[in-house]
Nanobody, 129 residues
Framework: QVQVVESGGGLVQAGGSLRLSCAAS????????MGWFRQAPGKEREFVSS????????YYADSVKGRFTISRDNAKDTVYLQMNSLKPEDTAVYYC??????????????????????WGKGTLVTVTS
């Protein structure tokens, strides 16, 4: 059974940091584009960041550039999102997503949510002011 499971969410004060992890199992995801999306209360799910299978191509939403860093460890089938300088507007449920080739990291950020093959159930990040 294929699973994508997020962890690392929690409650943090503005200016603080969190590191999210996304562990994939059930198949080898080393060739997959993977990424993070988030959904704040009352808002649509939005793209946060994506990374190619090799880790050489990385994309960020403008709202998180310079504060968030995505990385992956293919030996562990795990993707990370290091979030620094957190703001209250970063409060959301963060979802991990994965899609097989030929989807690229660039495409992942532009795809419709329904078109992405694998989603985790999300992890809640709450940033207090």
């Amino acid at each position: 059974q294929v699973q994508v499971v997020e962890s690392g969410g929690g409650l943090v004060q503005a200016g603080g940091s969190l590191r999210l992890s996304c562990a994939a199992s059930g198949r080898t995801f080393s060739s997959y584009a993977m990424g993070w999306f988030r959904q704040a209360p009352g808002k649509e799910r939005e793209f946060v960041s994506s990374i190619s299978w090799s880790g050489r191509s990385i994309y960020y939403a403008d709202s998180v550039k310079g504060r968030f860093t995505i990385s992956r460890d293919n030996a562990k089938d795990t993707v990370y999102l290091q979030m620094n300088s957190l703001k209250p507007e970063d409060t959301a449920v963060y979802y991990c997503a994965a899609d097989p080739p030929p989807t690229t990291a660039q495409h992942l950020g532009a795809m419709s949510m329904d078109g992405i093959d694998y989603w985790g159930k999300g992890t809640l990040v709450t940033v207090t002011s």
